[in-house]
């Protein structure tokens, strides 16, 4: 079966680190992959997707940065994070048809990371 | 936007009773999915439902769809506490996946 890997769970980085997120997929090749941000009480925000190794497309300018340096390897990562970059940050894939880079299949979640940015 | 919007932001109610959640969106759509999300976890899909479809079933959950109406419904029969959580519907067009800002439901025994 298929899973899915994020970590790590809680972060707690100070204004102007540098950050990684990283998200394994195990069980299944060729995926979609993706990064959410959520804020306190709100839907998610997709932040980056991508369709395969090397292939980034990011929904939202800022200064979030993502990378896909394996087919089930998903890498967020900042060079230095503001305090509005504080949230909760999902990764999620999904399966590829093969006539298309875009999935009809569901989604499926890490348990994501909580960023707090002091 | 092609963002869909649920109501009611929060839903509470008794065990056993019903719960119904409604999604409403702008665009056309080539599918609507429906998402729970437990207190600090990810999102965990419930149900697909296609624009072609108009009512699907997964245990206790029913969905409806009305493409004319661009507007669907989540229906949680004979509620259990476990079932408290954030429902989320979201839109999938072209493209990505776009989500709605969710239905807290608390059940409460």
């Known amino acids: 079966s298929q899973t899915i890997h994020q970590w790590p769970a809680t972060l707690v980085q100070p204004v102007g680190s540098p950050l990684s997120l990283e998200c394994t997929v195990e069980g299944t090749s060729n995926p979609n992959l993706y990064w959410y941000r959520q804020a306190a009480g709100r839907g998610l925000q997709l932040l980056f997707y991508s369709v395969g190794i090397g292939q980034i497309s990011s929904e939202v300018p800022q200064n979030l940065s993502a990378s896909r340096p394996q087919d089930r390897q998903f890498i967020l990562s900042s060079k230095k994070l503001l305090l509005s970059d504080s949230g909760f940050y999902l990764c999620?894939?999904?399966?590829?048809?093969?006539?298309?880079?875009?999935?009809?299949?569901?989604?499926?979640f890490g348990d994501g990371t909580r960023l707090s940015i002091l | 936007s092609q963002q869909g919007e649920e109501d009611p932001q929060a839903l509470s109610i008794q065990e056993g009773e019903n719960a119904t959640m409604n999604c409403s969106y702008k665009?056309?759509?080539?599918?609507l999915q429906w998402y729970r999300q437990n207190s600090g976890r990810g999102l965990v899909h419930l149900i697909l439902i296609r624009s072609n479809e108009r009512e699907k079933h997964s245990g206790r959950l029913r969905v409806t769809l009305d493409t004319s109406k661009k507007s669907s419904s989540l229906l949680i029969t004979a509620s259990r506490a476990a079932d408290t959580a954030s429902y989320f519907c979201a839109i999938k067009g072209y493209s990505t996946l776009t989500f709605g800002k969710g239905t807290m439901l608390l059940v409460s025994p």
């Open positions: 999620a894939w999904s399966a590829r048809p093969w006539d298309s880079p875009y999935s009809n299949q569901p989604q499926h």
């Open positions: 665009t056309s759509i080539n599918n």
